[in-house]
């Protein structure tokens, strides 16, 4: 767990407290009244609303009404329509749904949305658009790096996130860094090969 | 037999009547090209259908070169289905069992009923048979809510005893998984042939018996024989995006988007479910998150989609959660074979008599036998192969079903062979190997993995040994076998516009491979125009009819009709530009973007505003194969160990694939096949393994975190290698490449590891723990077969 200070309050009145108090009260309701009871609970809270969160997305200020129980990649695709960043397991095994929170590569399946308030959060959109690729996005291209391409926006964002800290990085270092973005079609070869271009052109990645 | 031969007569006196036929005859030159020999055959062109191919005639295609697709895909711009987003849609999930056989008593759904916008579909299931079957389905306004509505529906179960393991289920008096017959479900993804119809005993359907030669004869005059024992366990297909459809009703227009290896499968399939005629289904897939072989048909969550959708009068998207996509969806079904090798002194096999049982839970089609029949020609062989019902989510089509767990049997006996007559292993291999196109492929992959440093390897891991060094070295090879299957009925319309726009469109859907690419080629080939200027759309069932893509069928299927379409488009042009330019038709050629004749020239874009009308439309059909090459595609796959013997840990160092796929249209794309079939070759090899407790039937590790799949730091050094192959055929040599490189992996990285230890690998996956206990280094205990 972080420290409360690294989670400044977006100004709504989310606090720390409220939501252990909210969580507290949900076990008493499971252990009293069963699973059915509180699912009806749940989605009557649900109706009267969330709690207000403001993100720096891409550069940009994005707010927003969230339930606390709302991921940050739940936030991006359903509420923001930024579906860039794809969601393959929901709990942080496959890593399709990395973005970059305060320039760290993170899981945003496992990252409440109220995590972010406050914080700077860089999706897949904000790295580039194919009509102004990145130099991480270019030579993934290049190296032929993705196949079907559903998790190649969590595997190029884990790559600038590596490359923004360390942009000389090891072969061990690039494997390390996309050793979380699982890939079915088998492109990882590329991906190496990708990392090692754009970290020899030399551009900063932030 | 008699009606075959009257048709075959019937041809010949139509052919006779038709003199266009031998107008049409042409000679194609087949085989490896130099400096291996080639033949000349003389075929009769179908009407309609270019000239294939000449050695050297390609200027664009063949070469690599930067996928269409990749900056929509490295952006986040392309839009999966689980992407669809539209105002007011619905959320859909499934209430799935959690027992593994039981009856369905009662199930209350009134609470999830009275959640806010929750439309519920009950099929009205009286009996579940695996662990993640689906019993309801729901949606409401939101992903949360959906699972919330999941959790207040209240269904009760009666419990029924189970059967889960291949060995249990084959027991006489195990509990039954079906009390009738079961008919063989075929799908686009299957090898065509006929679904026999089979004896069934208990859980067992089967024997299905083929083969040629008489077995029993060769084993008496053999010099020895040889019988070995191997078991490949459930790989699930883990593509990254999960099965997913989106429906909506536009009047009475069932509109889709579906995450799908079949556009054209989906559509018949939701057409036929809802009774709707063909252009009354509407299905995009311009962007599939993987398949392998698992996503075909519309499923029952496409249909439970649909139904949610039409009932609520609002969109509706249904994406599996992980759980389910392991659970439900599909996978490679596991495998008991034994095979028996009769051979001589020489190291010739003479025979082989090989037996399979699998499981594919609820489903069929668990062979493996076609890897022994046609992968070496062994004289003589005989086949049974029987599925075995257990309590398990369906198995279905995976990359190149069947054949990566025979090949692993086969390719085992024969090391085996090579091991007990002294001999070395690809020396045996050639002895029994009599296609020339894999001939030529041992020969270069061999000296590319360095093949020759074997003895050396073998000492220095001796000497290793000696001075109690834990990582031995080892390099082992198998053959890969595939065939070249054509999807009938595709056809590629190509419309040229006015102001130069020329649009290709095909309904093919786009599951990784980059088809966009090779199609684009290929007309770029034929119009003399930039691979980048086409607009390539694909991905939707309103275009010309493309094939599903499973079984290496769509680029041998497609392309031949994609250069049959721009050629047309091509003539139809040369005769605008014959008048732009105020020279015969004749002399008029097109290339780089140009047209000319006799020094003068006219840009394509200026021959284009004189069009007779708004815009030309070409179309082409896939023609019928003509003669050709063997319709088997071959490969050879050598591949590099380091075993360390004290934690029975194996890292893979480098594999070398050698595989043939006639005249590659796009190299960059075919390598990238390749080099993802090797990656999940070695993932089967050494990690997949789906856990089942026996006692309570459920599946242990539906996720990915403890059903381990390949990462990047198992990924070694790959070479993918083509040989240069004019196989005939077809107009443009074509042929795919998507399931040989998977064939013959694990069995490569299993001889490699052979090597390095002097064990013998006889189960998959290969983990630490089964090589520690082949060491004998493990404590006295019970192991998981």
């Known amino acids: 767990m972080a420290d409360e200070k690294d989670h400044p309050n977006g100004g709504g009145g989310f606090t720390r407290r409220g939501l252990i108090k909210g969580l507290a009260t949900t076990a008493v309701a499971s252990a009293t009244a069963g699973a059915a009871a509180l699912a009806e609970e749940r989605a009557k809270s649900d109706a009267g609303g969330g709690l207000p969160v403001s993100i720096t997305l891409n550069g940009a200020v994005k707010k927003g009404v969230f339930e606390p129980r709302t991921t940050l990649a739940e936030a991006l695709r359903d509420a923001w329509g930024m579906t860039g960043t794809k969601v393959g397991c929901e709990r942080g095994a496959c890593g399709a749904c990395t973005v970059l929170l305060d320039g760290l590569a993170v899981n945003s399946c496992l990252t409440l949305v109220h995590d972010a308030d406050g914080r700077q959060v860089t999706t897949i959109e904000g790295l580039g658009s194919p009509e102004a690729m990145s130099p991480i996005q270019k030579a993934f291209v290049d190296a032929d790096a993705l196949q079907c391409g559903f998790c190649t926006p969590g595997m190029v964002v884990s790559c600038a996130g590596l490359l923004a800290k360390d942009p000389h990085p090891t072969p061990h270092a690039v494997k390390e860094a996309v050793a979380g973005n699982l890939c079915r079609c088998g492109t990882y070869t590329g991906v190496f090969a990708a990392c090692d271009a754009a970290a020899k052109a030399g551009v900063n990645h932030g | ?785």
């Open chain 2, 1 to 785: 037999m008699a009606e075959e031969k009257k048709t075959e007569k019937d041809k010949e006196k139509i052919s006779v009547k038709v003199p266009e036929a031998a107008a049409n005859a042409v000679t194609v030159e087949i085989g490896l090209a130099p400096p291996y020999p080639s033949k000349k055959i003389s075929i009769s062109l179908p009407p309609g259908d270019p000239a294939p191919y000449r050695v050297g005639e390609r200027l664009v295609t063949g070469r690599r070169r930067l996928r269409l697709d990749g900056p929509e895909k490295v952006t986040g711009r392309a839009v999966f289905t689980h992407d669809a987003r539209k105002a007011g849609m619905l959320h859909a999930a499934v209430v799935r069992s959690p027992h593994a056989h039981a009856t369905i008593v009662s199930i209350d759904a009134s609470r999830a009923e009275r959640m806010p916008g929750v439309v519920i579909e009950n099929p009205g299931k009286k009996v579940v048979r695996y662990h993640g079957e689906a019993v309801l389905a729901l949606a409401a306004p939101t992903r949360a809510g959906a699972e919330d509505a999941l959790r207040a529906v209240k269904v009760t179960y009666d419990v029924l005893p189970h059967t889960v393991s291949l060995a249990a289920a084959r027991k006489e008096g195990a509990p039954l998984v079906f009390q009738k017959q079961v008919e063989e479900k075929r799908s686009a993804g299957d090898e065509p042939g006929a679904a026999a119809v089979l004896p069934q005993t208990g859980n067992v359907r089967g024997p299905k018996r083929s083969g040629t030669g008489d077995v029993d004869k060769a084993f008496a005059e053999a010099d020895g024989t040889l019988e070995i024992v191997t078991t490949t366990s459930v790989q699930t297909h883990v593509p990254l995006e999960t099965h997913s459809l989106y429906a909506e009703w536009v009047g009475d227009t069932l509109e889709v988007q579906a995450s799908t290896q079949g556009t054209f499968s989906v559509r018949d399939e939701l057409a036929e479910v809802f009774k709707l005629s063909k252009d009354k289904v509407v299905v995009r897939a311009e962007f599939t998150g993987g398949g392998f072989g698992a996503k075909f048909g519309a499923g029952d969550y496409g249909v439970f989609a649909a139904k949610l959708a039409k009932k609520a009068g609002k969109p509706v998207l249904m994406a599996l959660d992980r759980k389910a996509e392991h659970l439900s969806a599909g996978n490679r079904p596991d495998s008991w074979n034994r095979v028996k090798l009769g051979y001589r002194k020489d190291g010739t096999v003479t025979a082989a008599d090989y037996e399979s049982f699998g499981t594919a839970g609820v489903a069929t089609g668990t062979g493996t036998g076609g890897f022994v029949k046609a992968a070496y020609g062994f004289p003589a062989v005989k086949v049974a192969e029987s599925d075995v019902f257990t309590h398990l989510g369906p198995g279905c089509a995976m990359r190149a079903p069947g054949h990566p767990q025979g090949c692993f049997a086969v390719e085992t006996a024969l090391e085996e062979l090579a091991s007990r007559l002294g001999m070395d292993p690809l020396a045996l291999r050639l002895k029994n190997d009599p296609s020339e196109v894999r001939r030529a492929e041992w020969e270069i992959g061999a000296r590319e993995i360095g093949w020759s440093r074997r003895p050396e390897i073998t000492k220095a891991n001796d000497a290793a040994a000696a001075s109690g060094s834990p990582l031995r070295r080892g390099l082992g090879c198998a053959a890969s076998l595939w065939y070249t299957f054509v999807a009938p009925g595709s056809q590629v319309l190509v419309r040229i516009h006015r102001d130069g726009t020329v649009e290709v469109e095909n309904g093919v859907q786009d599951i990784g491979g980059g088809v966009r690419t090779p199609i684009a080629m290929v007309v770029a080939e034929e119009m003399g125009l930039p691979v980048a200027s086409l607009r390539v759309k694909i991905g939707d069932s309103r275009y010309p009819f493309g094939p599903a893509s499973g079984g290496s069928v769509t680029i041998g299927s497609l392309i031949p009709a994609v250069r049959a379409a721009a050629v047309h488009a091509r003539e139809k042009l040369m005769g605008v530009a014959a008048k732009v330019l105020g020279e015969p038709e004749s002399e008029v050629r097109i290339a780089g973007g140009l047209f000319s004749a006799k020094g003068k020239t006219a840009d394509f874009r200026k021959v284009c505003s004189r069009l007779p009308g708004e815009t030309v439309v070409a179309t082409g059909d896939r023609a019928k194969d003509y003669d050709g090459a063997d319709t088997r595609l071959f490969g050879a796959q050598f591949a590099e160990v380091v075993v360390d013997v004290e934690t029975g840990v194996v890292a893979v160092k480098k594999v070398v694939a050698v595989h043939d796929c006639g005249q590659p249209v796009w190299k960059t794309g075919v390598e990238s096949q390749i080099r993802g079939g090797i990656l999940q070759g070695i993932s089967y090899a050494l990690f997949e393994e789906r856990v089942v407790d026996e006692r309570s039937g459920r599946v242990m590790n539906p996720d990915v975190e403890f059903y381990k799949i390949l990462g990047s730091k198992d990924t070694p050094e790959i070479v993918p290698l083509l040989v240069d192959f004019y196989p005939g055929k077809n107009n443009a040599h074509a042929r795919g490449i998507g399931e040989p490189a998977t064939v013959p992996t694990a069995a490569a990285v299993a001889n490699a590891i052979a090597h390095a230890t002097g064990i013998r690998p006889t189960a998959l996956p290969i983990t630490p723990a089964r090589i520690l206990d082949l060491l004998g280094k493990l404590p006295k205990r019970e192991v998981r077969a």
